[in-house]
């Protein structure tokens, strides 16, 4: 079955830049998608089709893909980033729904 | 607005059964596919299952192929999740999510899950 590969955890300190990785065979063909979830809440929409922000996210997440990765990226990280994240693609065919394993990233 | 919320969770011994559903306002419910995701206690998200917004395809991860069963109402605005023979590893909370989607210029569909509901915890345990 298909995976997405993601580091387990990412450390920062607040107003520096961080990178997640997220890297898988289909990548190439289909776009990444990033998810931020915070302890206790379900998951919220951070980029679509690779760098699209959705209203009302900060300019300081930026998404990116090349090749066989995708990179989400905060610039200027802040204390309220601290938070799961995922990113989320389809297998080739586009039937198989796909999330990595997830990035916990602290800001300290 | 867009809103999703899930129902029917709740302490289940093996080889039970649930039913879930998620109730959806706020947009075309009948313009959407729809999908069932779950996280595990202290896991990461899994996604399970999708149905398309007719109702004329489903798939499944294999995790839970032909134990669960997903299907909608578009007249009542509605998703459900039937599970079957529950195992103790089924133990999550399960939540249901949008399929937003484009087209691109060759035909091509992408979709991806914004908004989710705030999930519906399912315990198997006896």
């Known amino acids: 079955s298909y995976e997405l590969t993601q580091p387990p955890s990412v450390s920062v300190s607040p107003g520096q830049t961080t990178r997640i990785t997220c890297s898988g065979d289909a990548l190439p063909k289909k776009y990444a998608y990033w998810y931020q979830q915070k302890s206790g809440q379900a998951p919220v929409l951070v980029i679509y089709e690779d760098n699209k922000r959705p209203s009302g996210i900060p300019e300081r997440f930026f998404g990116s893909r090349s090749g066989t990765m995708a990179t989400l990226t905060v610039s200027g990280a802040q204390v309220e980033d601290e938070a799961d994240y995922y990113c989320?693609?389809?297998?080739?065919?586009?039937?198989?729904?796909?999330f990595g394993g997830g990035t916990k990233l602290t800001v300290l | 607005q867009v809103h999703l919320v899930e129902s029917g969770g709740g302490l289940v011994k093996p080889g039970g059964s649930l039913r879930l559903s998620c109730a959806a306002s706020?947009?075309?419910?009948?313009?959407?596919?729809m999908n069932w995701i779950r996280q595990a206690p202290g896991k990461g998200l899994e996604w399970i299952s999708y149905?398309?917004?007719?109702?004329?395809?489903?798939e499944y991860a294999d995790s839970v192929r032909g134990r669960f069963t997903i299907s909608r109402d578009n007249a009542k605005n509605s998703l459900y999740l039937e599970m079957n023979s529950l195992r103790a590893e089924d133990t999550a909370v399960y939540y249901c999510a949008r399929e937003s989607y484009f087209y691109d210029s060759s035909g091509n569909y992408y979709g991806w899950f914004d908004p989710w509901g705030q999930g519906t915890l399912v315990t198997v345990s006896s």
């Open positions: 149905i398309t917004s007719s109702s004329n395809y489903a």
């Open positions: 706020g947009f075309t419910f009948s313009d959407y596919y």
């Open positions: 989320y693609s389809t297998d080739i065919s586009g039937y198989h729904r796909v």
